[in-house]
């Protein structure tokens, strides 16, 4: 077991060792200069689900992102996902600590749920009388039942709704209401009246089922899609407001890319310091449709991750040997969902330059596909607009879940990949502060690539060691 000037590592093996800690307090151990990049998926600071860890103001605090900037090399790149909310201060945070904000990433996907407020249910359900959601959300409390309970049960982000005494108080539609019902214990007859009030009120019209939550971003528990039931206005208020929201549907995440400073030219800095420049051909598009591509294993089979050019070999971007295979990666990446959407709205155009795109499914390692397009060079470039590196949602095989415990914000395994080979130099080694179930540890060791990380929260512990444990099953 690694110690760190007193700090004891909860995990380590030859490629990857794992702090169990607050990052600060663990960063301040580590020495000056030592890791080669950070890829890392800070918390959104939205307080998701609940959590605590995602309101803690930690993604802004400054001293993460000087830590951060203190540990890398010269030249090392940093990737960091932020919300679309709170990236912006994110992005202050990590410009602040001194590092030069070089370009933003946008991860963009189909299957994310608007959390939107009805303008017009929401003005006949007052109808002049708000204190009725809040007598309603007075008694949903003393059931005792948490908002985790009850998102768990009625497949949706109302639970906190249906229990605050302050803003936003709801009360539920008789479809969820008959999920939520059965874990209450005694229920007195007037909420049972309340409830079958309020949805008489609107007429309903009809239902729609609502797309999305079952992957990416979202409870791990919630596999079906929630029926969505459709209401007329009944007052003339409500009319007049009918269509009207409170917010877009989630479609991409940004990713902050940064760069320590350089010492010197980028040509001096590589030279010196093997920092400061991006894996291009490593992260095309590739040209041999497909297969975990790997030219470099051990008499075993394992991958050992680079060439004897000093090329990382292994995942489904191929570069191989000839450098002007695939596109220039960009940077906006889609999810399966957005790219099918965008070719359909796009069509299909002739191309200009020398690449002709064939369909083709790539296998992208363990745990993920990706229905890229694949491109034959030397021929004409044709396609939709989808013709950028996409990645699916995390899939439920991928999250790992030990005892009913899973990590709410998982991220894909294939996009992980993707992120470490973009910015890490072959063989470095990888930073991860916020590692969560550990997704990027992981990708960082398909890649071939040593990686630290630190996870603070005790109960997703073992979700990283199942994976470090899975993938050396994967080798062997
Ligand atoms: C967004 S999640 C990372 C999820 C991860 N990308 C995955 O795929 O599983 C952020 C993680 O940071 C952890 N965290 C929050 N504050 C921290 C701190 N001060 N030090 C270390 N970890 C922290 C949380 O416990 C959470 O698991």
């Known amino acids: 077991m690694r110690w760190l000037r007193g700090v004891k590592a909860h ?7 794992i702090y169990h800690g607050d990052c600060i307090e663990v960063m301040r151990s580590l020495p000056d200069n030592s890791v080669d990049s950070i890829v890392t998926d800070p918390p959104y600071e939205l307080g998701f689900m609940g959590k605590g860890w995602d309101a803690s103001g930690i993604a802004y605090n400054p001293e993460v992102w000087r830590n951060v900037l203190r540990v890398l090399k010269p030249g090392g790149h940093l990737l960091a996902f932020g919300g679309t909310r709170t990236w912006h201060r994110l992005a202050v945070g990590i410009e602040d600590a001194g590092f030069e904000i070089r370009d933003s990433i946008a991860w963009m996907y189909g299957s994310g749920f608007p959390k939107s407020l009805d303008v017009s249910k929401a003005i006949d ?101 929630p029926t969505e039931i459709l209401t007329a206005p009944a007052t003339p208020e409500a009319q007049k407001w009918a269509g009207w929201g409170t917010a877009l549907k989630p479609a991409h995440e940004p ?76 940077n906006v990446i889609l999810d399966e969902a957005m790219a099918a959407e965008l070719d359909r709205q796009s069509g299909v155009s002739a191309g200009k330059v020398g690449m002709k795109q064939i369909s083709g499914k790539v296998t992208f ?40 415990t899973a990590h709410p914000t998982v991220k894909p395994l294939t996009l992980m990949r993707y992120l470490c080979k973009l910015v890490t130099p072959p063989g470095g080694t990888i930073l991860e502060p916020f590692a969560g179930s550990g997704t990027t540890i992981e990708a960082a060791l398909m890649e071939g690539f040593n990686v630290i990380a630190i996870e603070m929260t005790d109960e997703y512990l073992p979700l990283i060691v199942e994976r470090i444990e899975r993938y050396g099953e994967m080798l062997f």
Request: charged share 25%; net charge positive; proline share 4%.
């Open 365 to 404: 390692g363990v745990g993920g596909d990706i229905n890229a397009k694949r491109f034959d060079s030397g021929t004409t470039d044709s396609g939709g607009a989808s013709r950028f590196f996409y990645v699916p949602k995390a899939n439920k095989n991928e999250r790992p879940n030990i005892d009913e």
């Open 255 to 330: 990713i902050v890319v940064a760069r320590k400073p350089l010492i010197g030219t980028v040509a001096e800095n590589v030279l010196t310091h093997g920092t400061g420049a991006l894996n291009i051909d490593g992260s095309r598009i590739g040209t041999d449709g497909g297969g975990t591509h790997c030219n470099n294993r051990d008499k075993n089979g394992k991958c050992l991750g680079h060439d004897n050019a000093g090329r990382s070999t292994s995942g489904a971007t191929v570069h191989g040997d000839n450098s002007a295979s695939g596109r220039w990666p960009a």
């Open 11 to 17: 995990y380590s093996n030859d490629r990857a060792t």
């Open 125 to 225: 359900k007052n109808n002049g009388e708000v204190g009725r959601l809040l007598k309603f959300t007075f008694w949903m409390r003393t059931t005792g039942l948490t908002a985790k309970q009850l998102d768990a049960a009625t497949d949706t982000f109302m639970g906190s709704h249906y229990l605050t005494s302050k803003s936003q108080p709801a009360i539920p539609t008789p479809e969820l209401w008959s999920l939520i019902r059965p874990l209450c214990g005694n229920v007195p007859e007037w909420v049972d009246l309340l409830v079958e009030r309020i949805a008489a009120e609107r007429e309903v019209v009809g239902e729609r089922r609502q797309r999305g939550r079952a992957e990416g971003d979202a409870p791990f528990n919630t596999a079906s899609s």
